[in-house]
C-alpha cells in the first residue's frame, strides 16, 4: 500500500541533491572571507545540514511505509525540479538514471532506522528554527544523494550493514 520506491535518479534530482549543500558552503565561504578566523567557531553551522543529510541517506535504504513514501515523493519532487531547471537553463536532457539497485535494510535495520525517526521527532521542537530549516533541507539532499551512486555506494557498502547489525544486535540482546 505504502510502497512508493526510491529507487531511481535522474541527473536532475543529483543536481538540485548537490545544490543544497554548494549553496550553504558557498554562502558559508562568502560570509568569511573577511574573517576567516571565525570559520572554526562558525562552523558548526553545519551540523544540522550534516544531520539531516545523513538521516536522508539512510531514510532511502528502506523502500516502503510511510519513511519509503516520503522519500519516493521527495525523489519523485527533486528529479522533476531538478530535471526542469536543467532543461530550462541548459536545453540538456536528464533522463540517465544514476542509481538503479539499491541495497536496503533489512528488519533489524528498520528498528534502527524508526529509534533515529523517533529520535529526530523528539528533538525537533527544541531545536532553533534556524537550524530545523537546515536539518530539513539537508534531509531533502540526502534522500536524493543517497540514491546516488558516489554517497549512495559509500551508505550502500558502510552504513546499511552497520545498521543492519546493529538492528541484530539489538534484537539479539532482547530475545
Known sequence: MWNVPATSLTMGGLLVGLA???WHVTRFGGAHIKNHKAIVRDSTEFIPLVAGMAYG???TATTSGL???????????GNGAGSFAM?????GTTTLNTRA???ELDGAGNIILLLITVAVIAAWKPIP???RSRMRVGMFSGILLGLSATLGGVVAATII???NNAGAAL???IN
Do not use: K, S, Y
Open 129 to 131: 528554527q534556524e537550524a
Open 57 to 59: 541517506g539512510l531514510a
Open 101 to 103: 539497485n539499491p541495497l
Open 161 to 163: 550493514p552497520a545498521v
Open 87 to 91: 532543461w530550462g537553463l541548459t536545453g
Open 67 to 77: 519513511i519509503g513514501a516520503f522519500t519516493g515523493f521527495v525523489t519523485f519532487l
Open 20 to 22: 543544497i549543500p554548494v
Open 171 to 173: 534484537v539479539d540482546a
